[in-house]
Protein backbone atom coordinates (compact mmCIF):
# COMPACT_ATOMS: atom_id res chain seq x y z
CA UNK A 1 0.00 0.00 0.00
CA UNK A 2 0.95 3.70 -0.89
CA UNK A 3 0.46 3.87 3.22
CA UNK A 4 1.15 2.29 6.23
CA UNK A 5 -1.13 3.63 8.78
CA UNK A 6 -4.43 6.19 8.29
CA UNK A 7 -4.76 9.61 9.41
CA UNK A 8 -7.43 9.54 11.90
CA UNK A 9 -6.06 6.79 13.60
CA UNK A 10 -3.48 8.37 15.30
CA UNK A 11 -3.13 8.95 18.53
CA UNK A 12 -0.50 10.84 21.26
CA UNK A 13 0.27 6.40 22.43
CA UNK A 14 1.69 6.71 18.64
CA UNK A 15 4.29 9.26 19.60
CA UNK A 16 7.89 8.43 17.96
CA UNK A 17 6.28 6.91 15.30
CA UNK A 18 7.88 7.10 11.67
CA UNK A 19 4.59 6.86 9.57
CA UNK A 20 3.62 6.74 5.71
CA UNK A 21 0.28 8.55 5.20
CA UNK A 22 -1.25 9.09 1.88
CA UNK A 23 -4.52 11.70 1.89
CA UNK A 24 -6.07 14.50 0.60
CA UNK A 25 -5.53 18.46 1.82
CA UNK A 26 -8.02 19.23 3.63
CA UNK A 27 -6.74 22.69 4.66
CA UNK A 28 -3.36 24.23 4.30
CA UNK A 29 -1.75 27.17 6.25
CA UNK A 30 1.21 28.87 5.43
CA UNK A 31 2.74 30.58 8.91
CA UNK A 32 6.26 32.04 7.04
CA UNK A 33 8.40 29.16 6.45
CA UNK A 34 6.31 26.70 8.45
CA UNK A 35 3.55 25.03 6.43
CA UNK A 36 0.49 23.34 7.76
CA UNK A 37 -1.28 20.77 6.42
CA UNK A 38 -4.50 18.83 7.61
CA UNK A 39 -4.77 15.62 5.72
CA UNK A 40 -7.60 13.68 5.59
CA UNK A 41 -8.43 10.15 4.66
CA UNK A 42 -11.25 7.98 5.34
CA UNK A 43 -10.78 7.47 8.74
CA UNK A 44 -10.34 11.31 9.66
CA UNK A 45 -7.90 13.96 9.56
CA UNK A 46 -4.71 14.71 11.25
CA UNK A 47 -2.24 17.90 11.48
CA UNK A 48 1.03 17.31 9.80
CA UNK A 49 3.87 20.13 10.25
CA UNK A 50 6.56 20.84 7.09
CA UNK A 51 9.93 22.47 8.51
CA UNK A 52 12.52 23.49 6.35
CA UNK A 53 14.54 22.68 8.55
CA UNK A 54 13.43 18.99 9.03
CA UNK A 55 13.06 18.51 4.91
CA UNK A 56 13.45 21.71 2.44
CA UNK A 57 12.07 19.32 -0.45
CA UNK A 58 8.95 18.24 1.64
CA UNK A 59 8.23 21.52 2.56
CA UNK A 60 8.13 22.78 -0.92
CA UNK A 61 5.81 19.99 -2.19
CA UNK A 62 3.61 21.24 0.82
CA UNK A 63 3.93 24.81 -0.13
CA UNK A 64 2.84 23.44 -3.78
CA UNK A 65 -0.65 21.81 -2.36
CA UNK A 66 -4.05 23.38 -2.44
CA UNK A 67 -6.89 21.77 -1.19
CA UNK A 68 -8.07 18.24 -2.67
CA UNK A 69 -4.39 17.60 -3.60
CA UNK A 70 -3.81 13.76 -3.04
CA UNK A 71 -0.68 13.41 -1.05
CA UNK A 72 1.80 11.09 -0.02
CA UNK A 73 4.19 11.88 3.24
CA UNK A 74 6.63 10.09 5.57
CA UNK A 75 7.17 11.85 9.13
CA UNK A 76 7.48 11.41 12.85
CA UNK A 77 4.29 11.73 15.04
CA UNK A 78 5.13 14.15 17.47
CA UNK A 79 3.34 15.19 20.74
CA UNK A 80 1.62 19.02 20.05
CA UNK A 81 3.29 21.64 22.04
CA UNK A 82 1.35 22.26 25.53
CA UNK A 83 -1.53 25.04 24.98
CA UNK A 84 -1.74 23.62 20.47
CA UNK A 85 -3.92 20.85 21.57
CA UNK A 86 -7.05 20.24 19.79
CA UNK A 87 -9.59 18.55 21.88
CA UNK A 88 -12.05 18.45 19.21
CA UNK A 89 -10.31 16.37 17.17
CA UNK A 90 -9.76 13.01 17.96
CA UNK A 91 -5.84 13.35 16.85
CA UNK A 92 -5.74 16.94 18.56
CA UNK A 93 -2.88 15.66 20.86
CA UNK A 94 -0.39 15.02 18.33
CA UNK A 95 0.85 16.13 14.81
CA UNK A 96 3.21 14.61 12.35
CA UNK A 97 6.53 16.02 11.43
CA UNK A 98 6.85 15.86 7.81
CA UNK A 99 10.53 14.79 6.59
CA UNK A 100 9.20 13.31 2.96
CA UNK A 101 6.29 14.32 0.63
CA UNK A 102 5.09 14.11 -2.48
CA UNK A 103 2.12 14.72 -4.75
CA UNK A 104 0.24 11.98 -6.13
CA UNK A 105 -2.38 13.64 -8.17
CA UNK A 106 -3.25 17.28 -8.04
CA UNK A 107 -7.16 18.51 -7.97
CA UNK A 108 -8.57 21.82 -9.68
CA UNK A 109 -10.52 23.96 -7.07
CA UNK A 110 -13.57 22.24 -5.70
CA UNK A 111 -16.89 23.90 -6.91
CA UNK A 112 -17.61 24.22 -2.99
CA UNK A 113 -15.88 23.72 0.01
CA UNK A 114 -15.38 20.41 0.95
CA UNK A 115 -14.00 21.26 4.92
CA UNK A 116 -17.31 22.96 5.73
CA UNK A 117 -20.64 21.76 5.98
CA UNK A 118 -21.91 24.57 4.24
CA UNK A 119 -25.32 25.13 2.29
CA UNK A 120 -24.37 23.97 -1.05
CA UNK A 121 -26.75 24.10 -3.85
CA UNK A 122 -27.99 20.54 -4.26
CA UNK A 123 -27.67 20.46 -8.03
CA UNK A 124 -24.34 21.25 -7.57
CA UNK A 125 -23.74 18.57 -4.74
CA UNK A 126 -25.53 16.52 -6.58
CA UNK A 127 -23.29 16.71 -9.64
CA UNK A 128 -20.42 16.99 -7.70
CA UNK A 129 -21.00 13.94 -5.27
CA UNK A 130 -17.69 12.57 -5.39
CA UNK A 131 -16.39 15.42 -3.96
CA UNK A 132 -19.64 15.73 -1.73
CA UNK A 133 -19.31 12.64 -0.25
CA UNK A 134 -15.86 13.88 1.00
CA UNK A 135 -17.46 15.92 3.39
CA UNK A 136 -17.58 15.40 6.82
CA UNK A 137 -21.50 14.38 7.86
CA UNK A 138 -22.70 12.64 4.95
CA UNK A 139 -19.46 10.36 4.67
CA UNK A 140 -20.28 9.41 8.40
CA UNK A 141 -23.68 9.08 7.24
CA UNK A 142 -22.72 6.13 4.63
CA UNK A 143 -20.13 4.30 6.93
CA UNK A 144 -23.02 4.21 9.95
CA UNK A 145 -25.28 3.11 6.94
CA UNK A 146 -22.94 0.34 6.74
CA UNK A 147 -22.70 -0.62 10.36
CA UNK A 148 -26.44 -0.45 10.63
CA UNK A 149 -26.93 -3.07 7.83
CA UNK A 150 -24.17 -5.07 9.03
CA UNK A 151 -25.71 -5.46 12.55
CA UNK A 152 -29.55 -6.27 10.90
CA UNK A 153 -27.58 -9.40 8.50
CA UNK A 154 -25.71 -10.27 11.70
CA UNK A 155 -28.79 -10.12 13.93
CA UNK A 156 -30.69 -11.81 11.03
CA UNK A 157 -28.32 -14.43 10.45
CA UNK A 158 -27.87 -15.83 14.26
CA UNK A 159 -31.38 -16.08 14.05
CA UNK A 160 -31.95 -18.38 12.10
CA UNK A 161 -32.48 -16.13 8.69
CA UNK A 162 -31.00 -16.77 5.31
CA UNK A 163 -30.73 -14.24 2.52
CA UNK A 164 -31.65 -14.79 -0.44
CA UNK A 165 -31.73 -12.77 -3.35
CA UNK A 166 -34.86 -12.34 -5.82
CA UNK A 167 -35.20 -11.13 -9.40
CA UNK A 168 -35.23 -7.26 -10.49
CA UNK A 169 -36.39 -8.09 -13.65
CA UNK A 170 -40.14 -9.23 -12.56
CA UNK A 171 -43.53 -8.76 -13.12
CA UNK A 172 -46.03 -6.05 -11.38
CA UNK A 173 -46.46 -6.92 -7.28
CA UNK A 174 -49.05 -4.29 -6.50
CA UNK A 175 -47.69 -1.68 -3.73
CA UNK A 176 -49.55 1.19 -5.00
CA UNK A 177 -47.42 2.87 -7.20
CA UNK A 178 -46.51 2.97 -10.61
CA UNK A 179 -44.34 0.51 -11.59
CA UNK A 180 -40.80 1.06 -13.70
CA UNK A 181 -41.05 -0.91 -16.93
CA UNK A 182 -38.63 -2.62 -19.26
CA UNK A 183 -38.99 -3.42 -22.53
CA UNK A 184 -38.09 -7.37 -23.32
CA UNK A 185 -36.19 -7.01 -26.65
CA UNK A 186 -36.82 -10.77 -27.18
CA UNK A 187 -40.76 -10.93 -26.63
CA UNK A 188 -42.04 -8.08 -28.74
CA UNK A 189 -44.62 -6.05 -26.87
CA UNK A 190 -43.87 -7.27 -23.33
CA UNK A 191 -42.23 -5.90 -20.68
CA UNK A 192 -40.97 -6.54 -17.09
CA UNK A 193 -41.33 -4.52 -14.49
CA UNK A 194 -38.74 -3.83 -11.90
CA UNK A 195 -40.17 -4.80 -7.99
CA UNK A 196 -42.13 -2.12 -5.75
CA UNK A 197 -41.14 -4.88 -3.47
CA UNK A 198 -39.95 -8.32 -3.17
CA UNK A 199 -43.27 -9.30 -1.72
CA UNK A 200 -44.67 -12.21 -3.95
CA UNK A 201 -41.29 -14.06 -4.28
CA UNK A 202 -40.55 -13.86 -0.47
CA UNK A 203 -43.94 -15.53 0.00
CA UNK A 204 -43.10 -18.10 -2.46
CA UNK A 205 -39.85 -18.62 -0.47
CA UNK A 206 -42.45 -19.64 2.50
CA UNK A 207 -43.77 -21.86 0.73
CA UNK A 208 -40.49 -23.07 -0.15
CA UNK A 209 -40.05 -23.56 3.08
CA UNK A 210 -37.13 -21.66 3.75
CA UNK A 211 -39.11 -20.04 7.13
CA UNK A 212 -37.05 -17.72 7.69
CA UNK A 213 -36.00 -15.38 4.91
CA UNK A 214 -34.57 -11.59 4.62
CA UNK A 215 -33.11 -9.58 1.97
CA UNK A 216 -31.49 -6.30 1.96
CA UNK A 217 -33.55 -5.44 -0.90
CA UNK A 218 -33.50 -2.13 -4.05
CA UNK A 219 -37.33 -1.27 -4.38
CA UNK A 220 -38.50 0.91 -7.25
CA UNK A 221 -41.67 2.78 -7.46
CA UNK A 222 -42.55 5.32 -10.58
CA UNK A 223 -44.21 7.97 -7.82
CA UNK A 224 -43.63 11.56 -7.07
CA UNK A 225 -40.78 12.54 -4.58
CA UNK A 226 -40.57 14.08 -1.13
CA UNK A 227 -37.93 14.45 1.63
CA UNK A 228 -38.63 10.67 2.13
CA UNK A 229 -38.92 9.10 -0.98
CA UNK A 230 -36.53 7.87 -3.64
CA UNK A 231 -37.44 5.79 -7.23
CA UNK A 232 -35.26 3.47 -5.65
CA UNK A 233 -35.36 2.62 -2.08
CA UNK A 234 -33.25 0.08 0.10
CA UNK A 235 -35.78 -2.06 2.26
CA UNK A 236 -35.16 -4.99 5.04
CA UNK A 237 -37.31 -7.03 3.56
CA UNK A 238 -38.12 -10.35 5.62
CA UNK A 239 -40.49 -12.79 5.99
CA UNK A 240 -41.13 -15.68 8.82
CA UNK A 241 -43.36 -18.74 8.93
CA UNK A 242 -45.35 -20.27 11.40
CA UNK A 243 -46.09 -17.35 13.45
CA UNK A 244 -49.31 -17.25 14.94
CA UNK A 245 -49.79 -13.73 14.85
CA UNK A 246 -48.00 -10.17 14.44
CA UNK A 247 -46.90 -10.36 17.90
CA UNK A 248 -44.46 -12.68 16.39
CA UNK A 249 -42.91 -10.28 14.00
CA UNK A 250 -43.46 -7.39 16.67
CA UNK A 251 -40.88 -9.42 19.33
CA UNK A 252 -38.20 -9.77 17.04
CA UNK A 253 -38.23 -6.24 15.32
CA UNK A 254 -38.53 -5.16 18.63
CA UNK A 255 -35.33 -6.73 19.99
CA UNK A 256 -33.53 -5.75 16.55
CA UNK A 257 -34.57 -2.56 16.45
CA UNK A 258 -33.32 -2.30 20.24
CA UNK A 259 -30.18 -3.92 19.73
CA UNK A 260 -29.62 -1.70 16.83
CA UNK A 261 -30.22 1.71 17.94
CA UNK A 262 -28.34 1.19 21.73
CA UNK A 263 -25.24 -0.49 19.69
CA UNK A 264 -24.70 1.39 16.99
CA UNK A 265 -26.26 4.83 18.42
CA UNK A 266 -25.65 4.67 22.21
CA UNK A 267 -26.15 8.14 22.64
CA UNK A 268 -29.87 8.19 22.39
CA UNK A 269 -32.19 7.23 24.76
CA UNK A 270 -35.24 5.08 23.94
CA UNK A 271 -38.39 6.54 24.87
CA UNK A 272 -40.06 3.07 25.99
CA UNK A 273 -39.47 -0.99 25.46
CA UNK A 274 -40.64 -2.84 24.89
CA UNK A 275 -42.34 -0.36 22.50
CA UNK A 276 -45.96 1.01 22.77
CA UNK A 277 -48.66 -0.59 20.94
CA UNK A 278 -51.56 1.33 19.60
CA UNK A 279 -54.28 0.47 16.97
CA UNK A 280 -54.83 2.73 13.88
CA UNK A 281 -58.24 4.02 14.88
CA UNK A 282 -56.35 5.08 17.94
CA UNK A 283 -53.45 6.58 16.54
CA UNK A 284 -55.82 8.71 13.97
CA UNK A 285 -58.19 9.80 16.92
CA UNK A 286 -54.84 10.93 19.03
CA UNK A 287 -52.36 12.40 16.46
CA UNK A 288 -54.35 12.49 13.13
CA UNK A 289 -52.16 10.30 11.44
CA UNK A 290 -50.88 6.80 11.50
CA UNK A 291 -47.44 8.56 11.24
CA UNK A 292 -47.21 9.90 15.15
CA UNK A 293 -43.83 11.87 16.96
CA UNK A 294 -45.20 10.38 20.00
CA UNK A 295 -42.13 12.10 22.11
CA UNK A 296 -44.73 14.92 22.64
CA UNK A 297 -48.44 15.34 23.49
CA UNK A 298 -50.11 18.05 21.68
CA UNK A 299 -52.40 15.41 21.32
CA UNK A 300 -55.79 16.08 19.26
CA UNK A 301 -59.34 16.97 20.59
CA UNK A 302 -62.36 16.69 19.53
CA UNK A 303 -64.68 19.15 20.27
CA UNK A 304 -67.93 17.97 18.07
CA UNK A 305 -69.93 16.89 20.89
CA UNK A 306 -69.51 19.89 22.69
CA UNK A 307 -70.02 22.14 19.89
CA UNK A 308 -72.71 20.50 18.05
CA UNK A 309 -75.05 23.45 19.35
CA UNK A 310 -72.56 25.76 19.22
CA UNK A 311 -73.97 29.57 18.46
CA UNK A 312 -70.85 30.04 15.72
CA UNK A 313 -72.44 28.87 12.27
CA UNK A 314 -68.93 27.74 10.50
CA UNK A 315 -68.73 25.17 13.71
CA UNK A 316 -72.22 24.29 13.73
CA UNK A 317 -72.80 23.70 10.08
CA UNK A 318 -69.76 21.61 9.93
CA UNK A 319 -71.10 19.40 12.37
CA UNK A 320 -74.44 18.69 11.20
CA UNK A 321 -72.95 17.68 7.81
CA UNK A 322 -70.55 14.99 9.00
CA UNK A 323 -67.56 17.16 9.71
CA UNK A 324 -66.01 17.57 12.98
CA UNK A 325 -64.17 20.12 14.88
CA UNK A 326 -60.58 19.28 16.40
CA UNK A 327 -57.65 20.70 17.38
CA UNK A 328 -55.46 20.99 20.21
CA UNK A 329 -54.13 22.41 22.76
CA UNK A 330 -50.80 24.95 22.97
CA UNK A 331 -49.01 25.06 26.25
CA UNK A 332 -48.16 28.66 26.92
CA UNK A 333 -49.86 29.65 23.81
CA UNK A 334 -51.98 32.47 25.03
CA UNK A 335 -48.61 34.24 24.93
CA UNK A 336 -48.35 34.28 20.95
CA UNK A 337 -49.28 37.68 19.24
CA UNK A 338 -51.70 37.74 15.84
CA UNK A 339 -48.50 37.89 13.64
CA UNK A 340 -47.95 33.99 14.90
CA UNK A 341 -51.54 32.56 15.10
CA UNK A 342 -52.13 34.29 11.52
CA UNK A 343 -48.90 32.61 10.44
CA UNK A 344 -50.31 29.42 11.79
CA UNK A 345 -53.47 30.07 9.77
CA UNK A 346 -51.50 30.65 6.85
CA UNK A 347 -49.47 27.11 7.65
CA UNK A 348 -52.75 25.01 7.83
CA UNK A 349 -54.60 26.76 4.46
CA UNK A 350 -51.46 24.82 2.71
CA UNK A 351 -52.43 21.66 3.90
CA UNK A 352 -55.94 22.66 2.52
CA UNK A 353 -57.73 23.85 5.77
CA UNK A 354 -60.49 26.54 5.52
CA UNK A 355 -59.58 27.97 8.44
CA UNK A 356 -58.30 28.01 11.81
CA UNK A 357 -60.19 29.30 14.73
CA UNK A 358 -57.80 30.59 18.26
CA UNK A 359 -58.80 30.97 21.83
CA UNK A 360 -56.41 31.75 23.95
CA UNK A 361 -56.86 31.78 27.93
CA UNK A 362 -55.06 35.01 29.63
CA UNK A 363 -54.71 35.01 33.05
CA UNK A 364 -53.18 32.59 35.68
CA UNK A 365 -54.78 30.45 37.83
CA UNK A 366 -57.38 27.85 37.31
CA UNK A 367 -59.82 27.56 34.20
CA UNK A 368 -62.83 27.73 36.47
CA UNK A 369 -61.87 31.39 37.71
CA UNK A 370 -61.11 32.76 33.97
CA UNK A 371 -63.17 36.05 33.32
CA UNK A 372 -65.02 36.47 30.33
CA UNK A 373 -61.96 39.59 29.58
CA UNK A 374 -58.97 36.57 29.65
CA UNK A 375 -60.53 34.76 26.61
CA UNK A 376 -59.30 36.26 23.22
CA UNK A 377 -60.20 34.66 20.17
CA UNK A 378 -61.44 36.53 16.85
CA UNK A 379 -65.03 34.20 17.26
CA UNK A 380 -65.16 35.23 20.92
CA UNK A 381 -68.57 36.61 21.25
CA UNK A 382 -70.41 33.20 19.59
CA UNK A 383 -68.68 31.48 23.08
CA UNK A 384 -70.53 31.66 26.15
CA UNK A 385 -68.25 31.50 29.31
CA UNK A 386 -69.18 28.15 30.53
CA UNK A 387 -69.03 26.91 26.73
CA UNK A 388 -64.89 28.24 26.72
CA UNK A 389 -64.21 26.76 30.16
CA UNK A 390 -65.47 23.29 29.14
CA UNK A 391 -63.47 23.69 25.95
CA UNK A 392 -60.58 24.60 27.97
CA UNK A 393 -60.74 21.77 30.61
CA UNK A 394 -61.88 18.90 27.64
CA UNK A 395 -58.68 20.27 26.03
CA UNK A 396 -56.93 20.28 29.28
CA UNK A 397 -55.79 23.43 28.89
CA UNK A 398 -54.51 26.04 31.58
CA UNK A 399 -54.65 29.78 32.04
CA UNK A 400 -51.83 30.63 29.52
CA UNK A 401 -52.78 28.02 26.78
CA UNK A 402 -54.07 28.40 23.49
CA UNK A 403 -56.74 26.02 21.58
CA UNK A 404 -56.50 25.83 17.82
CA UNK A 405 -59.56 24.34 15.77
CA UNK A 406 -60.03 23.07 12.71
CA UNK A 407 -63.43 22.57 11.23
CA UNK A 408 -63.83 19.71 8.37
CA UNK A 409 -64.84 16.33 7.54
CA UNK A 410 -62.93 14.24 9.50
CA UNK A 411 -59.95 13.25 6.75
CA UNK A 412 -59.36 16.80 5.61
CA UNK A 413 -59.03 18.44 9.50
CA UNK A 414 -56.48 15.56 10.20
CA UNK A 415 -54.89 16.25 6.81
CA UNK A 416 -54.75 19.89 8.64
CA UNK A 417 -53.70 19.09 12.13
CA UNK A 418 -51.17 16.76 11.73
CA UNK A 419 -49.09 18.88 10.31
CA UNK A 420 -49.84 21.70 12.30
CA UNK A 421 -48.91 19.14 15.66
CA UNK A 422 -45.04 18.96 14.27
CA UNK A 423 -44.44 22.71 12.95
CA UNK A 424 -45.78 23.72 16.71
CA UNK A 425 -43.70 21.04 17.92
CA UNK A 426 -40.89 22.32 15.91
CA UNK A 427 -41.74 25.61 17.02
CA UNK A 428 -41.90 24.94 20.49
CA UNK A 429 -39.13 22.66 20.64
CA UNK A 430 -40.96 19.89 22.09
CA UNK A 431 -39.30 17.11 20.35
CA UNK A 432 -36.61 15.81 22.00
CA UNK A 433 -33.46 15.23 19.08
CA UNK A 434 -32.48 12.72 21.77
CA UNK A 435 -34.98 10.38 22.05
CA UNK A 436 -36.14 7.32 20.11
CA UNK A 437 -39.98 7.07 20.02
CA UNK A 438 -40.95 3.82 18.57
CA UNK A 439 -44.58 2.14 18.16
CA UNK A 440 -46.30 -0.26 16.32
CA UNK A 441 -49.28 0.85 14.68
CA UNK A 442 -52.18 -2.40 14.39
CA UNK A 443 -55.23 -3.01 13.24
CA UNK A 444 -55.20 -1.21 9.80
CA UNK A 445 -58.41 -1.50 7.88
CA UNK A 446 -58.15 -3.62 5.28
CA UNK A 447 -59.56 -2.00 2.40
CA UNK A 448 -60.25 1.94 1.53
CA UNK A 449 -62.43 3.45 -0.83
CA UNK A 450 -60.60 5.42 -3.59
CA UNK A 451 -62.86 8.14 -5.38
CA UNK A 452 -60.43 8.45 -8.24
CA UNK A 453 -60.49 4.85 -8.73
CA UNK A 454 -63.85 4.36 -8.23
CA UNK A 455 -63.39 0.89 -6.06
CA UNK A 456 -61.88 -0.33 -3.19
CA UNK A 457 -58.04 -0.40 -2.67
CA UNK A 458 -56.31 -2.61 -0.46
CA UNK A 459 -54.95 0.02 2.24
CA UNK A 460 -51.44 -2.17 3.06
CA UNK A 461 -51.61 -4.44 -0.11
CA UNK A 462 -53.60 -7.11 -1.39
CA UNK A 463 -51.86 -10.08 0.30
CA UNK A 464 -52.48 -9.00 3.64
CA UNK A 465 -54.65 -11.23 5.73
CA UNK A 466 -58.04 -9.86 6.68
CA UNK A 467 -59.59 -10.49 10.22
CA UNK A 468 -61.26 -13.41 9.69
CA UNK A 469 -63.86 -12.97 11.86
CA UNK A 470 -64.54 -9.95 9.83
CA UNK A 471 -64.53 -11.68 6.19
CA UNK A 472 -68.23 -12.18 6.37
CA UNK A 473 -68.59 -8.32 6.25
CA UNK A 474 -66.37 -7.98 3.06
CA UNK A 475 -68.66 -7.83 0.34
CA UNK A 476 -71.38 -5.95 2.24
CA UNK A 477 -69.12 -3.74 4.90
CA UNK A 478 -65.72 -3.62 2.60
CA UNK A 479 -65.09 -0.52 4.98
CA UNK A 480 -65.03 -2.32 8.06
CA UNK A 481 -62.97 -5.29 7.54
CA UNK A 482 -59.84 -5.20 9.77
CA UNK A 483 -57.02 -6.22 8.94
CA UNK A 484 -53.49 -7.77 10.48
CA UNK A 485 -51.34 -5.09 8.82
CA UNK A 486 -49.09 -3.10 11.22
CA UNK A 487 -46.57 -0.19 10.99
CA UNK A 488 -43.86 0.81 13.33
CA UNK A 489 -42.98 4.27 13.24
CA UNK A 490 -40.19 6.24 15.00
CA UNK A 491 -40.34 10.52 15.61
CA UNK A 492 -42.67 10.62 13.15
CA UNK A 493 -41.70 8.21 10.39
CA UNK A 494 -43.30 5.29 9.31
CA UNK A 495 -40.03 2.82 9.85
CA UNK A 496 -41.95 -0.70 8.35
CA UNK A 497 -44.89 -1.57 7.14
CA UNK A 498 -45.84 -5.72 7.21
CA UNK A 499 -48.78 -7.81 8.07
CA UNK A 500 -49.84 -10.97 8.41
CA UNK A 501 -50.59 -12.62 5.17
CA UNK A 502 -53.39 -14.50 3.23
CA UNK A 503 -51.88 -18.51 3.16
CA UNK A 504 -55.01 -19.83 1.29
CA UNK A 505 -56.15 -19.40 -1.77
CA UNK A 506 -60.18 -18.79 -0.92
CA UNK A 507 -59.26 -16.36 1.37
CA UNK A 508 -56.70 -14.94 -1.56
CA UNK A 509 -59.39 -15.10 -4.24
CA UNK A 510 -62.39 -13.55 -1.92
CA UNK A 511 -59.52 -10.38 -1.22
CA UNK A 512 -59.18 -9.97 -5.36
CA UNK A 513 -62.85 -9.77 -5.75
CA UNK A 514 -63.31 -7.39 -3.57
CA UNK A 515 -60.94 -5.09 -5.17
CA UNK A 516 -62.84 -5.69 -8.07
CA UNK A 517 -60.01 -8.11 -9.41
CA UNK A 518 -62.50 -10.58 -11.50
CA UNK A 519 -61.20 -14.51 -11.06
CA UNK A 520 -59.98 -14.49 -14.90
CA UNK A 521 -57.30 -11.29 -14.28
CA UNK A 522 -56.92 -12.62 -10.43
CA UNK A 523 -55.62 -16.00 -12.80
CA UNK A 524 -53.64 -13.79 -15.44
CA UNK A 525 -51.72 -11.84 -12.70
CA UNK A 526 -51.63 -13.56 -9.79
CA UNK A 527 -52.27 -17.39 -10.73
CA UNK A 528 -48.71 -18.26 -9.39
CA UNK A 529 -49.65 -16.85 -6.38
CA UNK A 530 -53.10 -18.97 -5.46
CA UNK A 531 -51.52 -21.84 -7.17
CA UNK A 532 -49.05 -22.10 -4.79
CA UNK A 533 -50.95 -21.71 -1.75
CA UNK A 534 -52.65 -24.88 -2.89
CA UNK A 535 -49.36 -26.66 -2.53
CA UNK A 536 -49.25 -26.27 1.45
CA UNK A 537 -48.59 -22.72 1.96
CA UNK A 538 -47.67 -22.22 5.66
CA UNK A 539 -48.69 -19.02 7.70
CA UNK A 540 -46.55 -16.77 7.17
CA UNK A 541 -45.87 -12.73 8.29
CA UNK A 542 -43.35 -10.19 7.41
CA UNK A 543 -42.04 -6.62 7.22
CA UNK A 544 -40.46 -3.82 4.25
CA UNK A 545 -38.61 -1.72 6.38
CA UNK A 546 -37.35 1.12 4.96
CA UNK A 547 -33.35 1.54 5.15
CA UNK A 548 -33.13 5.04 3.88
CA UNK A 549 -35.99 6.58 6.84
CA UNK A 550 -34.04 4.60 9.29
CA UNK A 551 -30.76 5.87 8.65
CA UNK A 552 -32.49 9.46 8.38
CA UNK A 553 -33.45 8.95 11.93
CA UNK A 554 -31.21 7.74 13.37
CA UNK A 555 -28.67 10.32 12.10
CA UNK A 556 -31.18 13.16 12.43
CA UNK A 557 -31.26 14.17 8.52
CA UNK A 558 -34.29 15.51 7.55
CA UNK A 559 -34.06 14.19 3.81
CA UNK A 560 -33.07 10.62 2.91
CA UNK A 561 -30.49 11.68 0.40
CA UNK A 562 -28.18 12.60 2.80
CA UNK A 563 -28.09 9.15 3.49
CA UNK A 564 -27.75 7.48 0.17
CA UNK A 565 -24.42 7.84 -1.86
CA UNK A 566 -26.12 8.40 -5.41
CA UNK A 567 -29.80 9.95 -4.99
CA UNK A 568 -31.94 11.01 -7.57
CA UNK A 569 -33.48 14.93 -7.64
CA UNK A 570 -36.97 15.48 -6.67
CA UNK A 571 -37.82 14.95 -10.50
CA UNK A 572 -35.73 11.72 -10.80
CA UNK A 573 -32.68 13.01 -12.37
CA UNK A 574 -29.64 12.16 -11.85
CA UNK A 575 -27.11 15.30 -12.63
CA UNK A 576 -24.26 13.38 -12.09
CA UNK A 577 -24.67 10.84 -14.70
CA UNK A 578 -27.01 12.42 -16.62
CA UNK A 579 -29.65 9.68 -16.24
CA UNK A 580 -32.57 9.19 -17.62
CA UNK A 581 -31.27 9.94 -21.25
CA UNK A 582 -31.98 9.41 -24.89
CA UNK A 583 -31.08 5.58 -26.13
CA UNK A 584 -30.23 5.52 -30.28
CA UNK A 585 -32.75 4.65 -32.55
CA UNK A 586 -31.23 1.10 -32.49
CA UNK A 587 -31.78 0.38 -29.09
CA UNK A 588 -35.00 1.49 -29.49
CA UNK A 589 -35.68 -0.67 -32.59
CA UNK A 590 -34.16 -3.41 -30.93
CA UNK A 591 -36.75 -2.76 -28.18
CA UNK A 592 -39.58 -2.49 -30.74
CA UNK A 593 -40.33 0.85 -29.03
CA UNK A 594 -41.70 3.87 -31.01
CA UNK A 595 -40.87 7.34 -28.90
CA UNK A 596 -43.99 9.63 -29.16
CA UNK A 597 -42.58 12.34 -27.94
CA UNK A 598 -39.73 13.65 -26.59
CA UNK A 599 -38.68 16.33 -23.69
CA UNK A 600 -36.43 19.42 -25.20
CA UNK A 601 -34.43 20.04 -22.33
CA UNK A 602 -35.03 17.29 -19.34
CA UNK A 603 -35.27 19.22 -16.20
CA UNK A 604 -33.37 18.57 -13.53
N1 LIG B 1 -44.07 -5.41 0.59
C1 LIG B 1 -44.43 -4.45 1.60
C2 LIG B 1 -43.88 -3.09 1.24
O1 LIG B 1 -42.94 -3.00 0.48
C3 LIG B 1 -43.92 -4.79 2.94
C4 LIG B 1 -44.46 -6.08 3.44
O2 LIG B 1 -45.68 -6.23 3.52
O3 LIG B 1 -43.64 -6.92 3.82
O4 LIG B 1 -44.34 -2.09 1.76
Known amino acids: MLKDTNCGELRA ?280 DIRYGLELVDFSELLRESEFAIFRQAIASGGVVRGLCVPGGAAMTRKQVDDLTTFVQNYGAKGLVSMQFGGEGSMDSLPAEDIRSPVAKFFSLDQAQEMGRLAG ?69 PYLEDLEKIESDPGEVRSHAYDLVCNGWELFSGSVRIHRRDVQERVFASLGISPQEAQRRFGHMLEAFEYGAPPHAGIGAGIDRLMAVLTGQPDIREVIAFPKTKSASEPLTGAPTMVSQQQLDDLHIAVTEVEEEPSL
Open 13 to 292: SDEGREVTLAGWVNRRRDHGGLVFIDLRDHSGLVQVVFNPKDSAAATAVAEGARGEYVLRLTGKVTRRRPGTENAELPTGEIEVHASGAEVLNPSKTPPFYITEDTDVEEMLRLKYRYLDLRRETIHGNLVLRHRVVKFIRDFLSGRGFTEIETPLLTAPTPEGARDYLVPSRVHAGHFYALPQSPQQFKQLLMVAGFERYFQIARCLRDEDLRADRQPEHTQLDLEMSFISNEEDIFKLTEELYHALATTVFPHYRIQQHPFPRMTYAESIRRFGTDKP
Open 397 to 465: ASRGDMLLMVADKPAAANKALDPLRRELASRLELADPNVLAFAFVTQYPLLEWSDTEGRWMSVHHPFTS
